[in-house]
T-cell receptor
């Protein structure tokens, strides 16, 4: 079956620190992979995506590379800001089956000034 | 940018009462979903809806739950007899359109309805 596992939080960093949030997946076939971000009181918003192996998704300084060999899609940012404080969700969907998107449990990021 | 809108933002109900959560998905989208999130943590899949019927549902989505798209724009989730454990944030999402062999847009979420069952 399909599932997503991501590191537990909360993660607390100082401003300008390097961020890594780990995500690994189990999937049948060749899934598409996503990172969503949820700011307080809001719904989830797409942060970045990758649809095939070795693709790198990037947005707002965040990056993640689709690693088929390690079944991973770790989220990184070189220098976090206070405004990056949010909950981050790793997700996958099957390539041609859109009935369900699978979400990880979420990782809360707190960035201190 | 088009948005998924959900109403109400907060619903308080007594155990055993029926509630209807409303969503207006993005107009040219084809797939519609309900997810829920308890205590700001895990996002749980409830149901997906395509071509005017349920395409997949989870074990959470039992006989107490139903979905409808009555008029081509609204997408509703009904809980027939609420339980305390139904208290959660309920998110509607939509996906589409299908362009050149893929869905061109990501899954779009509404801001959610916080359901409190007392």
């Amino acid at each position: 079956g399909n599932s997503v596992t991501q590191m537990e939080g909360p993660v607390t960093l100082s401003e300008e620190a390097f961020l890594t949030i780990n995500c690994t997946y189990t999937a049948t076939g060749y899934p598409s992979l996503f990172w969503y971000v949820q700011y307080p009181g809001e719904g989830l918003q797409l942060l970045l995506k990758a649809t095939k192996a070795d693709d790198k998704g990037s947005n707002k300084g965040f990056e993640a590379t689709y690693r088929k060999e390690t079944t991973s899609f770790h989220l990184e940012k070189g220098s976090v800001q206070v405004s990056d404080s949010a909950v981050y969700f790793c997700a996958l969907s099957e390539r041609y089956n859109f009935n369900k998107f699978y979400f990880g449990s979420g990782t809360k990021l707190n960035v201190k000034p | 940018e088009p948005e998924v809108t959900q109403t109400p933002s907060h619903q308080v109900t007594q155990m055993g009462q029926e509630v209807i959560l409303r969503c207006v998905p993005i107009s040219n989208h084809l797939y519609f979903y309900w997810y829920r999130q308890i205590l700001g943590q895990k996002v749980e899949f409830l149901v997906s809806f395509y071509n005017n019927e349920i395409s997949e549902k989870s074990e959470i989505f039992d006989d107490q739950f139903s979905v409808e798209r009555p008029d081509g724009s609204n997408f509703t989730l009904k809980i027939r007899s609420t339980k305390l454990e139904d208290s959660a944030m309920y998110f509607c999402a939509s996906l589409g359109p299908w362009i050149e062999g893929s869905y061109n847009s990501p899954l779009h979420f509404g801001n959610g309805t916080r359901l409190t069952v007392t």
